[in-house]
């Protein structure tokens, strides 16, 4: 049947950021549609929270606190995975804080720490989860990168965008490297998706929100249970020939001109 090819059973999935947000809910995907799952976040507590609703649905969880942008800990977590499930055949790459500033008065040492938040700590979570898949001959990758990764944003994104672009075209590059192998690689751009720390910037700027919707045509932000169908579809067989692919979740944000008009009748 044709739901057979979203069936994860017997599989392990590692996903990062998995104590909120769009992590949590691609573990809760995953773990749906029968996989087990390594939940890797600094925050322990929320993370055991997403492990007990995992384990709630008769699937094993292991929670795995890790600082994404250490490298020497990535490296280890994967030494912990080996050890837990003996196995892993999906990597969910989503943890990675933000920094935002305007380019002339941000830091060197910011836009380093901004590509060791969100680029090198992706980087070796991929290399360390494609070593083992490698080995397996099979295996499925999906980065977490933005609409940053490809547009600009402005409003002090310059460091986050130049990130976000590096995960885009990394993507593609591993993708290249290890598609004829048996790993696939792919990556979900999302547009602005509820979350505490976006939900105390619009606090801040009782503007922002507007500015957002007015690039929406869907009428809404996003919310984490919008990456659930395509987290389960790209993990799964039913996306077997699908590599290298950068897929917006975006409410329609990047099919619209930013001089056109969203959701109104025509002026004359």
Not at 203 to 227: C, F, H, K, M, V
Not at 241 to 249: D, E, N, S, V
Request: charged share 20%; with cysteine; hydrophobic share 45%.
């Amino acid at each position: 049947m044709i739901l057979d090819l979203f069936n994860l059973a017997g599989r392990v999935a590692v996903v990062s950021g998995a104590a909120r947000g769009l992590g949590r809910a691609m573990a809760l995907a995953w773990a749906e549609a029968g996989a087990d799952v390594g939940l890797v976040d600094l925050n322990a507590a929320g993370a055991e929270e997403t492990a007990r609703t995992i384990s709630a649905l008769g699937r094993r969880a292991a929670v795995f606190p890790c600082d994404v942008s250490n490298i020497e800990a990535v490296q280890g977590l994967f030494v912990r995975v080996d050890q837990e499930f003996g196995r892993i055949d999906i990597l969910g790459n989503v943890a990675g804080d933000g920094i935002l500033g305007r380019p002339e008065e941000l830091s060197v040492n910011e836009v380093d720490q901004q590509f060791r938040n969100l680029v090198i700590g992706r980087f070796t979570a991929c290399q360390e989860a494609g070593r083992r898949m490698l080995a397996a001959g099979k295996g499925s990758i999906i980065n977490i990168g933005s609409l940053a990764s490809i547009t600009a944003l402005g409003r002090g994104h310059v460091a986050y965008s130049m990130a976000m672009g590096a995960v885009a075209q990394m993507t593609r590059e591993l993708s290249t490297e290890w598609a004829a192998r048996g790993v696939r690689v792919n990556a979900i751009l999302p547009a602005q998706v509820i979350n505490p720390g976006l939900t105390q910037r619009m606090s801040q700027d009782p503007n922002l929100e507007a500015t957002y919707l007015r690039g929406i045509p869907a009428g809404r932000l996003g919310r984490p249970e919008d990456i659930q169908g395509l987290a389960v579809f790209l993990a799964s067989d039913a996306s077997a020939w699908i590599t290298g692919a950068l897929i917006p979740m975006d409410g329609g944000n990047l099919a619209v001109n930013a001089g056109g008009t969203v959701g109104r009748p025509p002026t004359h």
